[in-house]
């Protein structure tokens, strides 16, 4: 079992920054996937990024060169540096942990953190 709890999200100005902490508590943390997703109103929730216990990062196209999402795996935390921020960012964040192990999935969700982007 894995417990996330989410923080840093805010209201923030176009072109401002925010980052997002999800602190993950219970089993192996280092053996999991871990990913932010969001979901505006209205939209389904869709991957904005995630990251390997090694490291390795993927990227919504959106995204790209604007977020970074990096773990401590001391700390079982992952974050989420979002950067130029704009209006269509606007969005309830989610963390995911993801493990698939020996054909078994295993996946929690977060509560949820609320960005909003508007001047």
């Known amino acids: 079992q894995v417990q996330l709890v989410e923080s840093g999200g805010g209201l923030v100005q176009p072109g401002g920054s925010l980052r997002l902490s999800c602190a993950a508590s219970g089993s192996i943390f280092r053996t999991y996937v871990m990913g932010w997703y969001r979901q505006a109103p209205g939209k389904q929730r869709e991957l904005v990024a995630d990251?390997?216990?090694?490291?390795?990062?993927n990227y919504a196209d959106s995204v790209k060169g604007r977020f970074t999402i990096s773990r401590d795996n001391v700390k079982n935390t992952v974050y989420l540096q979002m950067n130029s921020l704009k209006p269509e960012d606007t969005a309830v964040y989610y963390c995911?942990?993801?493990?698939?192990?020996?054909?078994?999935?295993?996946?929690?969700w977060g509560q949820g953190t609320p960005v909003t982007i508007s001047s």
């Open positions: 990251i390997t216990s090694g490291g390795s990062t």
């Open positions: 995911n942990a993801l493990r698939i192990l020996f054909g078994v999935r295993n996946t929690y």
